[in-house]
């Protein structure tokens, strides 16, 4: 649909307000005097301010999903090779730019604050990627039960997240000269090597210490 189109104009102008006031905050009146267009216009193509809502977090949901690109894997691609990459693919997410700023704001607000259109969000961006990241885990951990798979999902998912909704802290923490190596890339790295060594697929990071101490004439074990 183009610009022009009624119910594009009007669902970019709710996706906007609502990320900037939240459900509650937002009326529909400064909605369609954002979107050029009359109170009529809601009720016609969303029903009413609810309505409106869930479609604006679906669309925010599919914004994301097409952000979350994978690279093509050959047959015999290593479950670990997958995982850095969905690693990747999930910093680049979470911290990357948007078409739409908007997008990012709305879902991180309705996961702060969760309303009835907080099934849209799971549905459209959160279970497809954590079906595959289970089905990863899966391969690498097939002894581990279920439900410490999940646990572990979450926890590298958690990671990622982090660096989304803390940033003005963390940047306090470590300063702003720190805070700007903190790229994508080297999240995203960190994230890898730390799971990594966590799941056994790569040294205890303190092991890889020491060993460098002693190879340097350090210290004996």
């Known amino acids: 649909m183009s610009s022009d189109d009624p119910r594009t ?45 869930q479609e604006a977090v679906k669309a925010s949901c599919c914004g994301a999903s097409d952000e979350f690109r994978l690279p093509e894997w050959s047959p015999d691609t290593s479950p670990a090779v997958k995982l850095a990459d969905f690693i990747r693919a999930e910093v680049r997410t979470v911290l990357g730019n948007r078409a739409h700023p908007w997008h990012r704001r709305l879902m991180m ?29 899966r391969e690498l951990l097939p002894e581990v039960p279920a439900d410490r798979r999940n646990l572990i999902a979450h926890s590298i998912v958690g990671q990622c997240v982090f660096h989304r909704l803390a940033q003005p802290i963390v940047a306090l923490l470590v300063g702003e000269e720190e805070y700007r190596t903190y790229d994508t890339a080297r999240l995203a ?26 190879a340097d004439g350090g210290g004996g074990a």
């Open 9 to 53: 104009r009007l669902l970019e102008a709710a996706g906007q307000t609502f990320a900037e006031k939240g459900f509650k905050g937002a009326t529909v009146r400064e909605i369609v005097q954002r979107a050029g267009l009359n109170l009529a216009a809601v009720n016609y193509y969303f029903r009413d301010k609810e309505g409106l809502y």
């Open 189 to 214: 790295e960190h994230i890898i090597e730390f799971s990594f060594a966590a799941l056994g697929l790569r040294p205890p990071l303190g092991r890889a210490s020491r060993e460098t101490v002693n």
């Open 109 to 137: 607000l309705e996961l702060a604050n969760p309303t009835p259109a907080c099934a849209e969000l799971v549905a459209g961006r959160i279970r497809p990627r954590a079906e595959l990241l289970g089905g990863l885990l």
